[in-house]
């Protein structure tokens, strides 16, 4: 089934930088789809980026530029590098994982993920 663990987030002034990282555990497959979403209190859910099975890497038009999506070498620990945050970007961030999703031109349907981590707070403060 795979479980995720989320790692960074935190609070970060306007044009600041973070890294969120996201572990899949209990996984012995290749096929590794990580994606990151975000939620703010009240919205709904917006999917960030994305790294496919096969390393493709998609990334919402909002934050392309800033944001990118990469993964480690054992492709099970998945990274989202977020540069010149602004105060838009405070939400509460997710990964989610799925074994059926190779090459990626979207977001994929949520319906497609097995497994999501609890979250990490991002706050950015002007």
């Known amino acids: 089934q795979g479980q995720l663990v989320e790692s960074g987030g935190g609070s970060v002034q306007t044009g600041g930088s973070m890294r969120l990282s996201c572990t899949v555990s209990?996984?012995?497959?290749?096929?590794?789809?990580i994606t990151w979403f975000r939620q703010a209190p009240g919205k709904e859910r917006e999917g960030v980026a994305v790294i496919g099975g096969d390393d493709s890497t998609f990334t919402r038009a909002s934050v392309k530029g800033r944001f990118s999506v990469s993964r480690d070498n054992d492709r099970y620990t998945a990274h989202l590098d977020m540069n010149n945050l602004q105060p838009e970007d405070t939400d509460m961030y997710f990964c989610a994982f799925s074994s059926r999703v190779m090459n990626v031109i979207n977001i994929p349907p949520v319906i497609l993920f097995a497994a999501w981590g609890e979250g990490t707070q991002v706050t950015v403060s002007s």
């Open positions: 209990n996984y012995r497959y290749s096929t590794v789809c």
